[in-house]
């Protein structure tokens, strides 16, 4: 029993140092979200709110103050029965996402992929992306976590304008790690 938590604790912190994730700031706390119809949960910063987005993703918060500052989970059906490895490389996934964002409007965007790594979760692989996209609106940093599960691509973002980046960056990417399909 004690080797066994041993080890589920030695992957928890080797996971915490792989995806260089810290602590909040100080300040920060985070509640918790879970969609039991949809198998996803995830953490996000306490304060934020649920907004309805009809047509879009499955579930969006965020900052009420800083309206701009959000999180939302996208599903999407996979055919074929195809895994994420089936998919692309971390690299590969990501370059697809961005282009997807990047061909979404008309508007002159461009984004850029910065990272791009993967981790095991039990028996789950889950990507996490990290990305830069300047737009009309402003320059924003995001972050992504996806995954295939019962057929299905699960993509988390978490989306910050850059000028906020520096002081919410510990908190996204706690959130994003935070995120989990069952």
């Not at 700031?25 to 985070?30: K, Q, R």
């Not at 918790?32 to 949809?38: F, G, Q, R």
């Not at 789950?124 to 609106?137: G, R």
């Not at 520096?166 to 989990?180: H, L």
Request: aromatic share 10%; hydrophobic share 35%; charged share 20%.
């Amino acid at each position: 029993m004690l080797k066994r938590f041993a080890t589920v604790l030695l992957v928890v912190f080797s996971l915490a140092l792989g995806l260089g994730l810290q602590s909040c700031t100080p300040g920060t706390s985070l509640q918790a979200y879970n969609d039991s119809y949809d198998g996803y949960e995830f953490q996000y910063p306490t304060g934020w709110v649920a907004a309805d987005v009809p047509g879009g993703p499955d579930t969006v918060f965020h900052d009420i103050i800083n309206t701009s500052e959000n999180v939302s989970v996208v599903i999407s059906p996979v055919s074929g029965g195809k895994t994420l490895p089936d998919i692309g490389t971390p690299t590969e996934v990501g370059y697809k996402l961005s282009k997807s964002i990047t061909s979404m409007s008309t508007d002159d965007r461009n984004v850029e992929l910065l990272n791009a790594q993967s981790f095991e979760a039990g028996d789950k692989l889950y990507y996490i992306l990290e990305y830069v996209a300047n737009l009309p609106s402003g320059t924003r940093h995001d972050l992504a976590s996806v995954i295939v599960r019962r057929g299905q691509l699960y993509t988390f973002n978490a989306s910050i304008p850059e000028q906020r980046w520096a002081k919410m960056k510990d908190a996204m990417k706690q959130t994003v790690a935070s995120f989990s399909v069952y």
